[in-house]
Nanobody
Framework: QVQLVESGGGLVQPGGSLRLSCATSGLLFSRYDMGWYRQAPGKQRELVARMPRDADTYYADFVKGRFTISRDDAKNTVSLQMNTLKPEDTAVYYC?????????WGQGTQVTVSS
């Protein structure tokens, strides 16, 4: 059974930082493209960052220079370091694993950026 479990969300002031983590089990992690998506209220889910196993890392323009995705194939985890957070970054953040058009999702973790 494949499981993706996110952690690290919370409330942070504008300009602050958070680090999200996603622990996975039940899949051959090193073969998967790993990514982070987010969904704000009333909006569609959008790609934030993706780290393929054998291609360049991708960042959405709205997070370039502020967010960093990383993966640890030995620990089967993927992380998202988020710096200089803005109120518009408020959303539920989801971990994603993709291989051959098969997607797995975590349950999401809430990130709220507010003073």
């Amino acid at each position: 059974q494949v499981q993706l479990v996110e952690s690290g969300g919370g409330l942070v002031q504008p300009g602050g930082s958070l680090r999200l983590s996603c622990a996975t089990s039940g899949l051959l992690f090193s073969r998967y493209d790993m990514g982070w998506y987010r969904q704000a209220p009333g909006k569609q889910r959008e790609l934030v960052a993706r780290m393929p196993r054998d291609a360049d890392t991708y960042y959405a323009d709205f997070v370039k220079g502020r967010f960093t995705i990383s993966r640890d194939d030995a620990k089967n985890t993927v992380s998202l370091q988020m710096n200089t957070l803005k109120p518009e970054d408020t959303a539920v953040y989801y971990c994603n694993a993709l291989l051959n058009f098969v997607n797995y999702w975590g349950q999401g973790t809430q990130v709220t950026v507010s003073s």
